[in-house]
């Protein structure tokens, strides 16, 4: 079984540093001078009602978009100078997870295997039925129910050596199983060392011991 | 060397520079364009060929001029907003877009009045007419693709793109366009020919040409104003300026 | 486990992707042709059938035609990408987007240039074209399509995230084509009157090879501005 553990950091820097970032969008002012660090093995929650700009904070953080000030700091490097080494360490599932309906689920995880950098397909297909999509692998994913095709993007999570991920509602569509999967698959990856950055409505302080929370207010 | 330039960098400063620069454009404005447009079009000799008709140069030539220098400037500020991140610089460039664009279509309508006396057709496919018309498009591509945007950032970025990719391909298209225009010559030579003029043509052509380029200056730097402050109305400084009067 | 940079692995993925795609589709591939056969139909049917007329008119009437069967099909190049999210995988990935940007640019050829320059003797044939004209009519169409490819690959990365993209796109990109339009109908004008006609062919391969360096770049900043 090849292995797909990140290196660890020996030191307990910050790994992710987000300096004084504002964001407004159509003249609306969402944040301002929002300052915050995530260290090596922490699992950060965003919260904050509609409208807020949870998923625009994590536009920023991946590098989608520029703040309107600001800046954030991966390993201490500014993310847009050195942007492809920080993109080779970052794992980003958004709302629209990037799964082509047309592609079958096996084709979709190959596809993003190679886009990001990794060649190894041979553990896909055992990893697609761990998911709960066992003879649903081959047919476009167009057939799949919205649950299904959520979990063949999710797939990705078992299958990268990124050290920081970044997911928008991760659990959205997942029964109570997917969300335990998910959940244990967290803490295994938090354990070597990784982090994570997500928004949910989930509560997740039950399993989740070092759990940090940003709550966003909307503001007018 | 250019660590001057940095503060303007800052909206409100930049908001002050062309408050200061603005008077000094108006004046160069004013004084060409009245001192040239009266020697142009009353006091100069007639042309023993084309009689008065040929006025029309001294609005034609410097609005066509003009036209291609406002893009080249366009792209100048397009450039340095891309390379340096500069946001005052992509509003510079939706302020000069409409202004070329009006400069074009007065060098294309002129053109086409200068074109009825001297050949009797309202229209010729000749080369510059035509690369006139090209660039009208180019101008108008930039204002429609900003305006298509909601979000006014991404939109003055993906102005800036399109101004440098439209830079780029104006050679190739000027270029193009004469070539083309030679090997479809027609029976009808048709060329604007400026090159032997007498000076007595030649200098209230040039103060045109200055006047008009004072006429973009001002209407930019007008433009520039508002779309700093239009961009910038939830700063402090902004709504002081404004309760002040 | 270790990240592997290989850029061929990469180009290959995409094209494939998108290639395999479009077979899926297969309108996406017949649609642009149909298109094309029809616009070329249209202009014996306007302007009187006279065999000398369509022949003098040939390389402008096929040139136009790829002009706008390219533009219609430019519109799907991005636009699946965007929606569903694969652009910013794209983007968030450890290879330059350029090198993405310039596999599925020419996935995009593949499918709806390429076709075009195979079926260039049948067009030739519909609009009576001299025969010594037809090389040089699947020359200019096999060094112009991908270059119009590439040009308007621009348009289609600045219009992407727009609604109403696709007739902006036209707008801001058919100006561009306009050299390669007179560059290409006057190499098979020349060539139709038996003159040599390398000097235009050398232009549109000058101005591919810059464009095969260029346009990724200006398509990369494009993706990133649409997706912010």
């Known amino acids: 079984m090849v292995d797909y553990r990140p290196i660890l950091r020996t030191e307990n820097t910050n790994l992710l540093e987000v300096k004084s970032v504002t964001c407004v969008k159509q003249e609306r002012c969402l944040f301002e001078a929002l300052s915050f660090s995530l260290g090596s093995g922490k699992i950060m929650q965003i919260e904050g009602p509609n409208g807020a700009g949870k998923t625009s904070l994590l536009r920023i953080l991946s590098g989608f978009a520029q703040p309107e000030e600001g800046e954030v700091l991966f390993e201490q490097r500014s993310i847009n100078d050195y942007y492809d080494e920080f993109a080779a360490q970052l794992l980003f599932i958004g709302h629209k997870t990037g799964v082509n309906t047309q592609l079958t689920a096996f084709e979709n995880v190959c596809h993003w295997l190679f886009v990001h950098g990794y060649n190894d397909e041979s553990q896909v297909y055992e990893l697609l039925g761990k998911l709960g999509l066992v003879g649903l692998e081959d047919v476009p994913v167009r057939t799949l129910s919205a649950g299904q095709q959520r979990r063949v993007a999710l797939v990705r999570l078992w299958l990268n050596s990124a050290k920081l991920w970044i997911l928008d509602e991760p659990f959205t569509a997942l029964d109570k199983k997917g969300v335990a999967m998910l959940q244990s698959r967290f803490n295994e990856h938090l354990e070597l060392g990784g982090s994570i950055l997500l928004t949910t409505h989930q509560d997740l302080t039950q399993h989740f011991e070092q759990l940090q929370t940003l709550v966003l207010e909307y503001r007018h | ?227 700093i402050l239009q961009r910038e109305k939830h700063r402090p400084w902004v709504r002081s300026l404004v309760s002040r009067g | 486990m270790r990240v592997n940079h290989s850029y061929w692995q990469l180009f290959k993925a995409v094209y494939s992707k998108d290639v395999t795609l479009a077979f899926r589709q297969r309108a996406e591939i017949v649609n642009p042709l149909l298109f094309f056969l029809i616009v070329i139909t249209l202009f014996p049917l306007a302007i009187g059938p006279e065999p000398g007329l369509l022949a003098r008119m040939a390389p402008g009437i096929i040139w136009v035609a790829t002009l706008l069967s390219t533009m219609l099909g430019l519109d799907k190049l991005f636009r699946d990408d965007y929606h569903d999210g694969s652009l910013e995988q794209m983007i968030a990935s450890p290879y330059p987007l350029s090198l993405c940007v310039l596999a599925k640019v020419f996935a995009h050829w593949t499918i709806t240039g390429l076709p075009m320059v195979l079926m260039a003797p049948m067009f030739a044939l519909l609009m009576n074209l001299e025969p010594q004209a037809l090389g040089a009519t699947i020359l200019t169409l096999l060094i112009g399509t991908p270059l119009l490819s590439f040009i308007g690959a621009i348009g289609a990365g600045l219009t992407v995230g727009l609604q109403k993209g696709g007739i902006l796109m036209s707008l801001l990109v058919l100006p561009l084509y306009i050299p390669v339009l007179i560059f290409a109908t006057s190499a098979i004008d020349t060539s139709s009157m038996s003159l040599a006609y390398g000097g235009q062919l050398a232009i549109l391969g000058a101005m591919l090879a810059v464009a095969c360096i260029a346009a990724p770049l200006a398509i990369s900043s494009a993706l990133r501005v649409s997706v912010s």
């Open chain 2, 1 to 227: 060397m250019w660590k001057w330039l940095h503060p303007y960098a800052k909206a409100d400063r930049a908001y002050q520079l062309c408050n200061t620069l603005l008077p000094y454009f108006i004046v160069i404005t004013v004084v060409c364009l009245v001192v040239g447009w009266v020697w142009g079009l009353a006091f100069a000799p007639a042309d023993y060929q084309q009689k008065d008709s040929y006025r029309i140069i001294f609005i034609h030539v410097p609005s066509a001029i003009l036209s291609m220098g406002a893009y080249s400037s366009m792209a100048i500020a397009a450039i340095v907003a891309l390379v340096w991140q500069l946001r005052n610089a992509e509003l510079a460039v939706i302020a000069i877009a409409p202004v070329g664009a009006a400069m074009t279509a007065i060098a294309l309508i002129t053109g086409a009045a200068w074109g009825k006396p001297m050949w009797g057709a309202w229209w010729v496919w000749d080369a510059r007419l035509t690369s006139e018309l090209i660039l009208l498009f180019l101008y108008l591509g930039v204002l429609s693709l900003y305006h298509a945007f909601e979000d006014k950032k991404a939109a003055g970025k993906a102005a800036c793109i399109l101004a440098i990719v439209g830079v780029i391909n104006l050679p190739i298209i000027h270029f193009s366009v004469e070539w083309w225009n030679t090997l479809h010559q027609g029976a009808t030579i048709t060329k604007f020919d400026t090159s032997a003029i007498d000076p007595s043509m030649l200098w209230p052509l040039f103060i045109n040409i200055a006047g008009f380029a004072g006429f973009v200056g001002v209407i930019s730097l007008i433009r520039l104003k508002n779309e």
